[in-house]
């Protein structure tokens, strides 16, 4: 009936073409602003003790250096979790990295630990991927330029030398190879854990 008196009336209706796009226009808004909520959340920093582990999440830069600093002191911790962190200061990775190294404690990647987090999480006396996630990885690439997409060309010997000496071994020609062909804020090189759905899909 309001359909009928619509027409009458001389008005138009939308076709069911406009109205689908307009429904997935709102789908894909709401869609990505979940995702970017979901984002911020995981970009907070948390460093977190529980029993003789510290759990460090989100982001890794002066802050989180202090907060595992006084919990390195006061308690005893034998094992840092470096879980879900995209990264952070290459500096302060570095030295959260040097701190853990002189406490000679264990590191665990759950989750993604990339840039500063896996530079960090090479400062362990023994270090693994967690059992409780399955596709864990790190992923390393040079520093870059505050506020740029460029590498800061000095932080790639730093970061060699750093891997070196944590692996008492050279730095393989391909990983630098790779390191060199990094020329923006894009992606890295990735060590999967060997339970990783992509590892296990391609058998390596």
């Not at 979901?38 to 802050?63: K, M």
């Amino acid at each position: 009936l309001a359909l009928r008196k619509a027409k009458t009336r001389g008005l138009r209706f939308p076709s069911m073409k406009i109205l689908y796009r307009q429904a997935l226009r709102y789908r894909f808004i709401a869609i990505f602003f979940l995702l970017f909520t979901l984002g911020a959340h995981a970009a907070r920093a948390d460093v977190v003790a529980d029993g003789h582990a510290v759990t460090v999440s989100g982001r890794i830069g002066l802050e989180e250096y202090e907060k595992l600093s006084a919990i390195l002191a006061t308690e005893k911790i034998s094992k840092v979790v470096f879980k879900n962190s995209g990264g952070g200061s290459f500096s302060w990775g570095l030295r959260v990295g040097k701190l853990i190294a002189e406490k000679k404690l264990t590191t665990v990647a759950e989750g993604i630990c990339a840039s500063a987090c896996a530079i960090a999480f090479m400062g362990g006396e023994v270090r693994e991927f967690s059992s409780e996630q399955p596709d864990s990885a790190l992923m390393f690439h040079p520093g870059f330029e505050p506020g740029s997409q460029v590498p800061a060309l000095e932080t790639k010997p730093i970061l060699l030398a750093w891997l070196e000496a944590r692996t008492g071994q050279p730095s393989p020609p391909d990983f630098s190879a790779a390191m060199n062909r990094i020329t923006q804020r894009k992606g890295g090189v990735y060590f999967l854990a060997p339970t990783h759905g992509l590892a296990l899909k391609k058998g390596v």
